[in-house]
T-cell receptor, first 115, second 115 residues
Framework: AQTVTQSQPEMSVQEAETVTLSCTYD???????LFWYKQPPSRQMILVIR??????QNATENRFSVNFQKAAKSFSLKISDSQLGDAAMYFC????????????FGTGTLLAVQP | GAGVSQSPRYKVAKRGQDVALRCDPI?????LFWYQQALGQGPEFLTY????????KSGLPSDRFFAERPEGSVSTLKIQRTQQEDSAVYLC?????????????FGQGTRLTVV
């Protein structure tokens, strides 16, 4: 079975600084997708960034980028120039390729941004 | 509507009471998922619909949980004889006709508290 592990329950960063959130996963599949979701107090999951396993290039979305190490099964999220609005729970998630496409989530990292 | 809509946003139920949680997916989205998110945890998959067909219900924790989507649009998650361990946020997500890059769009969830 696939698993997703986030070993940092809480992280803190100063406004305008950079922070990296860690995620590791375990799978025997070769075709899969990895995601980072943001969950603010409103509870709505918002997709931050997505990485296809077959792509070697790390995904980037504005201030958000990932470090995808396929052999190590590691998928970390880097947030640059942190803003107060980035404060939220961040979940790493895995989805195997195929028809089911359910998401398997980690336990989350609570990110605080200090002004 | 513009997004996935869930109602009610909050529900308090007495132990043993039956509850029904509603999800209105984005128009045209054929896939619909339900997830259960316990306090301090990541969401866990409950069940999956493709149109009106329930293709995967492997995550439903007991036979007290029942989901339906009779016309392939609105879905209802029903919990019979609620117990305290059912207290959680129930998230609904929908996605367009399946492709490898399909993104799941989440609602704001229903917070169920069983007292």
């Amino acid at each position: 079975a696939q698993t997703v592990t986030q070993s940092q329950p809480e992280m803190s960063v100063q406004e305008a600084e950079t922070v990296t959130l860690s995620c590791t996963y375990d799978t025997s599949e070769s075709d899969y997708y990895l995601f980072w979701y943001k969950q603010p107090p409103s509870r709505q999951m918002i997709l931050v960034i997505r990485q296809e396993a077959y792509k070697q290039q790390n995904a980037t979305e504005n201030r958000f980028s990932v470090n995808f190490q396929k052999a190590a099964k590691s998928f970390s999220l880097k947030i640059s120039d942190s803003q107060l609005g980035d404060a939220a729970m961040y979940f790493c998630a895995y989805r195997r390729g195929g028809a089911t496409n359910k998401l398997i989530f980690g336990t989350g990292t609570l990110l605080a941004v200090q002004p | 509507g513009a997004g996935v809509s869930q109602s009610p946003r909050y529900k308090v139920a007495k132990r043993g009471q039956d509850v029904a949680l509603r999800c209105d997916p984005i128009s045209g989205h054929v896939s619909l998922f339900w997830y259960q998110q316990a306090l301090g945890q990541g969401p866990e998959f409950l069940t999956y619909f493709q149109n009106e067909a329930q293709l995967d219900k492997s995550g439903l924790p007991s036979d007290r949980f029942f989901a339906e989507r009779p016309e392939g649009s609105v879905s209802t998650l029903k919990i019979q004889r609620t117990q305290q361990e059912d207290s959680a946020v129930y998230l609904c997500a929908s996605s367009p006709p399946f492709s490898m890059n399909t993104e799941a769009f989440f609602g704001q969830g229903t917070r169920l508290t069983v007292v």
